[in-house]
């Protein structure tokens, strides 16, 4: 049996299927952190999901604050994006030709983000990234680009860089495969320093094409920028010629309509999109003014293309799925709701006497057992991660599945009832007494 923390609950034919999984793919899952590597044991196989729940094929079922990594804004299955994607699937899955419902979302695009005038769609989150770098560099002639220690842009060389411990080391391959000549025009900063970022573009004057960061962190738990922190980070880049890129794949359309751009006031140059974008399906997209949008191919130069780009099956569901946010106060609801969990959980960790922090943006959470706030990647990593493992099984036990990780931050959406969030907080308190101990 897996080696779980809570060996009361069992979790028999998942465990089955993780063996034979584990035969046919590595480590028995297609993305790494469904292994659960991070909190030890294995991961439930899910068989449907519903609204705020999903349902493991031993037949536990979950209230869900991973929301398949923060597309399910809307709740699992919704009845109108089921129906706009079943409409789309009867008329045919993929055409490689261009569709009118591309206008229709790059339109919704172009109208919900303040800095992109032209967007182009691509099939995942590492795509868009990859292409916002590319264009950059593309535009600025330079080759060099600024990365955060911390923040996660998808599997793509230049971008699977470690952090150094010194804010101005090069940067080092952060897995085989990835050459020194891929990792070598990577500059590495903390996260919320932007004294570093001043300091590397006048150490690599007219060198660096973009800084490019998350507005707001979710890939070291939920880490907010510092006030100011992003003005500096504009103003800084507008100084150097340096183009500002915001890969908004976890906040776009979550932090508000206009995503994290909206929400803090910020223009970027360049925006990468995902996840929310695509309902649930492969969709995501980077967006810029039109004066670097026309400088991708077929118009200018840069070349960038995919044979499922634009899926008719991802669109529909992206167009419904937004459709569903411009709903009235749909973004004060889910506010008010983060709100209510976030402020269970500090007390219900104050209350068990653990080390913590609670940190949230709109519906983007994480409780770190940190003592202090989180403000960079170091900080994260000084959380007590073998509380969180444990933290984490007594929650699934009782039927709320958070992200397998300290450092994933949770999403709320806006199938999550207030119930749902009360027998989290009190499952919240159940299991920290558990671990207290
Ligand atoms: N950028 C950010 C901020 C992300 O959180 C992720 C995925 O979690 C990506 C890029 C990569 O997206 P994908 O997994 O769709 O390739």
């Known amino acids: 049996t897996p080696a779980l923390s809570r060996p009361d609950f069992q979790l028999p034919r998942s465990h089955e299927a993780f063996v034979k999984a ?24 899910m068989a449907r999901a519903e609204g705020a729940y999903l349902y493991d094929i031993d037949d536990h079922k979950y209230i869900d604050y991973i929301g398949s990594w923060g597309p399910m804004i809307v709740g699992h299955a919704h009845p109108e994006v089921r ?23 790059a339109e919704a695009v172009v109208a919900a983000s303040p800095s992109i005038e ?31 220690a911390g923040c996660y842009h998808g599997h793509i060389d230049a971008l699977l860089i470690q952090a150094g411990s010194a804010a101005t080391t090069l940067g080092t391959p952060n897995s085989p495969g990835v050459t020194k000549g891929a990792a070598a025009d990577t500059l590495l900063c903390p996260f919320n320093d932007a004294q570093a970022v ?12 973009a800084v490019l ?16 922190y992003l003005e500096s980070l504009r103003e800084l ?67 960038q293309a995919g044979t499922l780009s634009g899926n008719p099956l991802a669109m529909a569901a992206g167009l419904s799925t937004l459709k569903l946010l411009r709903e009235p106060s749909f973004y ?76 994933e931050a949770a999403f709320v959406s806006a199938a999550h009832t207030e119930a749902d969030v009360d027998h989290t907080i009190a499952a919240a308190r159940e299991s920290l007494a558990a671990i207290a101990g």
């Open 237 to 303: 880049t507008e100084k150097h010629g340096t183009l500002l890129i915001f890969d908004e794949v976890m906040t776009g359309f979550r932090l508000s309509y206009g995503g994290a751009q909206e929400r803090f006031g910020i223009t970027p140059d360049l925006t990468a999109l995902g996840k929310i974008i695509g309902g649930g399906l492969p969709a995501a997209a980077y967006g810029a003014s039109s004066r670097i949008m026309d400088q991708v191919s077929p118009v200018g130069p840069i070349y």
């Open 22 to 45: 584990s035969r046919v793919i590595p480590g028995g899952v297609n993305s790494p952190a469904r292994a659960f590597g991070a909190v030890g044991g294995e991961p439930p196989f």
């Open 198 to 209: 001043a300091a590397i573009l006048e150490a690599n004057k007219g060198q660096v094409a």
């Open 118 to 148: 032209k967007v182009r769609f691509v099939s995942s989150g590492t795509e868009a990234a990859m292409s916002a770098v590319r264009v950059a560099r593309g535009v600025t002639g330079r080759d060099k680009i600024v990365k955060m």
């Open 332 to 407: 004060d609801r889910l506010e008010a709701r983060s709100a209510r969990l976030a402020e269970g959980l500090e007390k219900a960790a104050h209350d068990a006497r653990v080390p913590h922090i609670v940190q949230r943006v709109g519906s983007m959470l994480t409780l770190f057992f940190h003592d202090g706030p989180v403000h960079d990647y170091e900080d994260a990593k000084r959380s007590d991660v073998a509380l969180f493992g444990r933290f984490f099984w007594e929650m699934l036990a009782r039927g709320v599945y958070l992200p397998c990780s300290q450092f």
């Open 83 to 105: 129906k706009a994607v079943v409409e789309a699937l009867e008329l045919g899955s993929s055409f490689g030709a261009p569709t009118v419902r591309e206008i229709e979302i």
């Open 213 to 228: 960061l998350e507005p707001v962190a979710g890939n070291m738990g939920l880490v907010p920028p510092k006030p100011g």
